[in-house]
T-cell receptor, first 116, second 115 residues
Framework: AQTVTQSQPEMSVQEAETVTLSCTYD???????LFWYKQPPSRQMILVIR??????QNATENRFSVNFQKAAKSFSLKISDSQLGDAAMYFC?????????????FGQGTELSVKP | GAGVSQSPSNKVTEKGKDVELRCDPI?????LYWYRQSLGQGLEFLIY????????KSGLPSDRFSAERTGGSVSTLTIQRTQQEDSAVYLC?????????????FGEGSRLTVL
């Protein structure tokens, strides 16, 4: 079974600075999808960025980018020019292409605080 | 509606009582998922529905948990004889279909507290 691990329960960043959130996963599959979701206090999960494992190029979405290291099974999220609105829980998630109905397997989350 | 709607937003119940949690997905979305988020934990998959196919119930933690989806739209998650360990936020998500790159759209969840 696949697992996702986020080793940083909490992170803090100064406004306008850059922060990197770590995520590692364990799988024997060669093709899959990886996601980062943001959960603000409203509890509604919001997709931040996604990466397809067969693509070598790292995904980027405005101030958000990932460092996808397939061999190392690592998928970190970099937030540049951090803003107060970035404060939230961030979840890394894995999605198999082979089975399991496409459900997402989530890590434990990293709570990001942004200091003004 | 514009987004995934869940009700109630908060529910407090006594141990042993049954509860029903409702999810109204985005119109036209055929895939619907239920997840459970316990305090300080990640999201735990419970069940998903896709169109008229049999649901994947592999994540339901016990036979006290059940879910149905009527008319391919609204879904109800039922917890019978609630226990204190059932206290959590129950999140519903929907997706256009099961295509794997599809984004899941989540509701704001139902926070269940079992006293």
């Amino acid at each position: 079974a696949q697992t996702v691990t986020q080793s940083q329960p909490e992170m803090s960043v100064q406004e306008a600075e850059t922060v990197t959130l770590s995520c590692t996963y364990d799988t024997s599959e060669s093709d899959y999808y990886l996601f980062w979701y943001k959960q603000p206090p409203s509890r509604q999960m919001i997709l931040v960025i996604r990466q397809e494992a067969y693509k070598q190029q790292n995904a980027t979405e405005n101030r958000f980018s990932v460092n996808f290291q397939k061999a190392a099974k690592s998928f970190s999220l970099k937030i540049s020019d951090s803003q107060l609105g970035d404060a939230a829980m961030y979840f890394c998630a894995y999605r198999s292409v082979y089975n399991q109905g496409g459900k997402l397997i989530f890590g434990q989350g990293t709570e990001l605080s942004v200091k003004p | 509606g514009a987004g995934v709607s869940q009700s109630p937003s908060n529910k407090v119940t006594e141990k042993g009582k049954d509860v029903e949690l409702r999810c109204d997905p985005i119109s036209g979305h055929t895939a619907l998922y239920w997840y459970r988020q316990s305090l300080g934990q990640g999201l735990e998959f419970l069940i998903y529905f896709q169109g008229n196919s049999a649901p994947d119930k592999s994540g339901l933690p016990s036979d006290r948990f059940s879910a149905e989806r009527t008319g391919g739209s609204v879904s109800t998650l039922t917890i019978q004889r609630t226990q204190q360990e059932d206290s959590a936020v129950y999140l519903c998500a929907s997706s256009v279909d099961l295509a794997l790159r599809r984004e899941l759209f989540f509701g704001e969840g139902s926070r269940l507290t079992v006293l």
